[in-house]
């Protein structure tokens, strides 16, 4: 299974070595219905597909089916549904993707994931700060190097609750949502599908 290190999806807890969070979950309970062993590998958002292709990895269980994967990966899903939002810096004010999309508004975002492509479509005339994949957004904003980052819903509420003090938690209108899926390389046999 294609772990991604980002909690709450999966993470290595340094004392006992082992997963947690809801894809190792989840991983656990299909491996108990087909009767397999399974083991987590990592992956980045943006290394995913690669892995599938590479065969690395047999599944990612939750990946965004961005237009770039659909065309190497297979889907199925989805299997849950996250808006997402803007951590602003202090003092940038916004509640709409309109306030964001103006070429002043730097927006830090891992290049090639879900996050990327709402971007694109919401706020494409937005400065966009690309980072690679692994990097932690919220240090571009800190930093002073981006004045926003695009987040789940999820992530965001979560990289808030570790540092506070980072800026503004901003859910623009309209609420934009996205589904994640299970992610497979193509097979002509459909059973594993």
Known sequence: VGCVPDLPYAGEDPRTGRWRGYVPLMAADIAKI????WECVPVTWGTAALALQAGKVDVVLDLGAT?????VVDFVGPSNRQAFMMITRRGLTGSTWEDFNKPEIRVAVQIGTTNET???RMAP??????LPPGTDPSL?????????????FLSGTIAHSKNPGIGDLVLPTPIVSADSSIAMRYETD????
């Open 125 to 130: 005339r937005a400065t966009k700060v690309g």
């Open 67 to 71: 237009p770039q994967r659909a065309l």
């Open 118 to 120: 709402i971007l694109n």
């Open 34 to 37: 087909l009767k397999v062993e």
């Open 140 to 152: 571009s904003v800190s930093s002073g190097r981006a004045d926003a980052f695009l987040a789940t």
């Open 190 to 193: 459909p059973r594993w599908r």
